[in-house]
T-cell receptor, first 109, second 118 residues
Framework: SQQGEEDPQALSIQEGENATMNCSYKTSINNLQWYRQNSGRGLVHLIL?????REKHSGRLRVTLDTSKKSSSLLITASRAADTASYFCGCQGAQKLVFGQGTRLTINP | GAVVSQHPSWVICKSGTSVKIECRSLDFQATTMFWYRQFPKQSLMLMATSNEGSKATYEQGVEKDKFLINHASLTLSTLTVTSAHPEDSSFYIC??????????????FGQGTRLTVV
């Protein structure tokens, strides 16, 4: 079964607004990774946060990790139309990287 | 970042035939590669872990004889869908991590293969 669950499943916002996506997982992890996927394409790595880290930034991206609640969030600030895509959290165990259901993000111009 | 190339990008085949998909790490060596399957608007489902020089490890519910995986070198893994049926139509994606495997390192994904069985 999938390790992660994401919400919302779909999110539609106006350009310039911030977008927040959440990911929850069930078992212990070594790290959690966020990926982006444009329709019909492969996954592009966005950011990796280790199990001993609580927050990480990369450009307009901010990721948090709460291992006590087994949850993570991805915040995209000042969204752009080009941010429209599906976003997945990947939970990295000893070897396998298992993905959540994903959030389909639509940025309206 | 490292590059993973997947070939072909799309393929249409007749029911009953077999299709081979290749996954290559172009600028790094990958002891381990992963194969995923993705249905439209759904998540990636891990099918199997491909280990160079040894047998692949399949996830529960994935038929080993149906989805043959070969990882003959540190830069190439192949997935063969045998006796394909329309229900095998899907998007197949591979990923690879660097060797030696380092914890807390990102995975690099191929661009995916769209398989349509008619």
């Amino acid at each position: 079964s999938q390790q992660g669950e994401e919400d919302p499943q779909a999110l539609s916002i106006q350009e310039g607004e911030n977008a927040t996506m959440n990911c929850s997982y069930k078992t212990s992890i070594n790290n959690l990774q966020w990926y982006r996927q444009n329709s019909g394409r492969g996954l592009v790595h966005l950011i990796l946060i280790r199990s001993n880290e609580r927050e990480k930034h990369s450009g307009r991206l901010r990721v948090t990790l709460d291992t006590s609640k087994k949850s993570s969030s991805l915040l995209i600030t000042a969204s752009r139309a080009a941010d429209t895509a599906s976003y997945f959290c990947g939970c990295q165990g000893a070897q396998k990287l298992v993905f959540g259901q994903g959030t389909r993000l639509t940025i309206n111009p | 970042g490292a590059v993973v190339s997947q070939h072909p990008s799309w393929v249409i085949c007749k029911s009953g035939t077999s299709v081979k998909i290749e996954c290559r790490s172009l600028d790094f060596q990958a002891t381990t590669m992963f194969w995923y399957r993705q249905f439209p608007k759904q998540s990636l489902m891990l099918m199997a872990t491909s280990n160079e020089g040894s047998k692949a490890t399949y996830e529960q519910g994935v038929e080993k004889d149906k989805f043959l995986i070969n990882h003959a070198s540190l830069t190439l893994s192949t997935l063969t869908v045998t006796s394909a049926h329309p229900e095998d139509s899907s998007f197949y994606i591979c990923s690879a991590t660097r060797t030696p495997k380092v914890m807390n390192t990102e995975a690099f994904f191929g661009q995916g293969t769209r398989l349509t069985v008619v």
